[in-house]
């Protein structure tokens, strides 16, 4: 179903940067989680027999990613545990407790092409319908998940600068960092960071 309502959507043509769409499920009890994903027919197939959260280890929950499309190119997604990277629990953390979609810091992608181009990912928390998710605490208790849209940065210029005499513009793109964010804030993408060069010989810089 999951397939079948991105397919519906048409995000590949509509959007030609995306690389992938993902929803990723908090987990308390792993082993569980996995015997259930193994044994339910609607999840990945390719994958679902032997499904593993990864990385291997105990922590206290878990964000595992279940379905991710496309699937081909990206297998080395499914099942990783979003949190268990630093830099990507920072974000899904900020993810959860904003009622709104944000955008990621630069995001390496986990899939087995593109493994050297930067990415942003717009990430959308999930709660519970059943509980209310109106004050922080509230959010944090109800986080039920995340849906993940990942850019390849260097795709979206690409497509930005298609009809604009793309050969005679040079376009730079650079990660300021989050809205307020110091140094003392720790994780994530230093500001300032080039995402991007188009490389081209410039007539002017964007």
Known sequence: ???????NMRLASRYPGI???SYG???FDRQEFEKKVRAYP???????????????????EYLAVLYVEPFAGHEEAYGVDITADATRREQADRARDTPLAIASGTT???????KNLAAISLQLALY????????????RDAFSGMLDITFAVRDLANEALEDRAAHEIRLEIYDQGYLGQDAAMGAGSAPGSLLHDSGYAASGTL
């Open 1 to 7: 179903e999951f397939r079948h309502y991105l397919d």
């Open 19 to 21: 690389r992938s769409v």
């Open 25 to 27: 499920e908090r987990v």
């Open 42 to 60: 609607g999840i990945q197939p390719a994958g679902r027999a032997d499904f593993t959260i990864k990385p291997a280890g105990t922590r206290p």
């Open 108 to 114: 390496p992608l986990v899939s087995s092409a593109g």
């Open 128 to 139: 519970k319908g059943d509980v209310p998710a109106l004050t922080l605490a509230q959010r």
